[in-house]
Structures are given as C-alpha cells and as structure tokens.
C-alpha cells in the first residue's frame, strides 16, 4: 500500500533466552560472542531500551546479554517487596555472569540500572571488568546525621 511502511519487530531481530538468576527467571537478549557485557535497564523500561546499543556493542567484539530485569518484561515478578533489594538486584547480575561461567563481565546501566551496576561493582570489584553508567550520576551512600534540614 503506498505510503504504508510496515513496522519493524525489534523481538524478531534479537535472540531471546530465559535464563536462570538468584532463584527468577530473567528474560534476557544474548548476542555475540567475546568478553561478557551486561546491559541493564532502568525504571519503567526493559531490554527494549537498550535496541539501538545491542547491535553495537555485540560488533565490537562482546557476549551482550540484556535482562529485563527481575519484575519487568519477561522477567519473574516475586510478589515479596524483599524480592527487590538491591542486594538482590546484585545477586541477579552476579548469577548472569555465573550462568556464562565468566569471572567478570562489563556492566552497563542506565536510569536505575546505573545504581545496581555501581553497588554491584562496588561490593564485587573483581567480578566486573569496567562499568558504565548513564543518566543517573554517582553519589555514594551519605550520612543523614550530617545533612542540614
């Protein structure tokens, strides 16, 4: 029909593994091959965030492997409020690099995957080979006693 474009379906170009973390299911895009990079989404988003970067950084030589995360997407959604600490949150970045039995792995986060990507590198410096984070700049835990209200 002219003037009709048909819409491009993102899930049809990615591949798609459901992949066993810290006790969920996560659905994950996992393309490539090379170092481990993880690319994690912020709120209220999934993998679908990160279309236009999977491409790109499977090309330059990486596994990138992209989580909706716990309770989003295709992902397991516990229904406990305890299910979604960032202790948590860290063990399911943790177990996906368990999963493709690698000693580290790149993070990427963006919104409020930049917290879950610092905290975990923070906690397990020799699991992660480099991070990056975007949109949300790093502020390390403060002390409440000295903040002036």
Same mark, same amino acid.
């Given at each position: 029909? &002219? $003037?009709?474009?048909?819409? +491009?379906? #993102?899930? %049809? ?6 992949? /066993?973390?810290? =006790? ?45 995360? &716990? $309770?989003?997407?295709?992902? +397991?959604? #516990?229904? %406990? ?6 202790? /948590?949150?860290? =063990? ?58």
């Amino acid at each position: 029909m &002219r $003037g009709h474009m048909a819409l +491009d379906n #993102p899930e %049809a170009n990615h591949h798609f593994e459901q992949i /066993t973390s810290n =006790g969920v299911q996560l659905r994950c895009v996992v393309e490539g091959s090379g170092p481990l990079a993880i690319m994690v989404h912020g709120w209220p988003e999934s993998w679908y965030s990160w279309r236009h970067q999977i491409n790109l950084v499977r090309d330059a030589g990486y596994r990138v492997v992209v989580p909706d995360v &716990r $309770g989003y997407g295709g992902s +397991d959604a #516990p229904d %406990a409020i305890e299910a979604y600490d960032m202790e /948590t949150m860290i =063990g399911d970045i943790l177990g996906l690099i368990d999963h493709f039995d690698e000693e580290q792995a790149v993070l990427i986060g963006h919104d409020w995957g930049a917290p879950i990507v610092w905290n975990t590198t923070a906690l397990h410096p020799q699991r992660i080979r480099a991070v990056a984070a975007m949109s949300v700049p790093y502020s390390p835990r403060g002390n409440i006693s000295s903040i002036d209200l």
